[in-house]
């Protein structure tokens, strides 16, 4: 259940703002939207032609240039702005589980 307070609180945050800012928000909202289908299709274009058994980079999960360089380890291709931060050797996070017994 949503306590008044909270729900108060936060109404106050945007009735504050005014009308300058809604405006501003219809336009920000927009561009997001923008960059985030942007972003979608870069990641899907990649990951297509991961699938099609072309090179990608291991750096960013939407990052489109020609792997010509390897990781940090050496261990996976990357474009030469992300060999240090490959993202197949950074540490995956494990949920932890409490001891049995």
């Not at 985030?36 to 980079?57: F, M, N, Q, S």
């Not at 010509?68 to 992300?82: A, D, K, L, N, W």
């Amino acid at each position: 259940m949503i306590s008044k307070e909270l729900l108060e609180y936060y109404e106050s945050l945007i009735n504050d703002l005014g009308p300058e800012h809604q405006e501003v928000g219809r336009h920000l909202r927009a561009y997001i939207t923008g960059m985030h289908d942007l972003w979608e299709k870069r990641v899907i274009l990649r990951e297509l032609r991961y699938r099609a058994g072309t090179p990608v980079c291991s750096g960013e999960v939407d990052c489109l240039e020609n792997p010509t360089c390897r990781c940090i380890r050496g261990e996976h291709p990357t474009c030469p702005r992300h060999t240090d931060c490959c993202y197949l050797c950074n540490p995956k996070p494990v949920l932890a589980r409490e001891p049995t017994g």
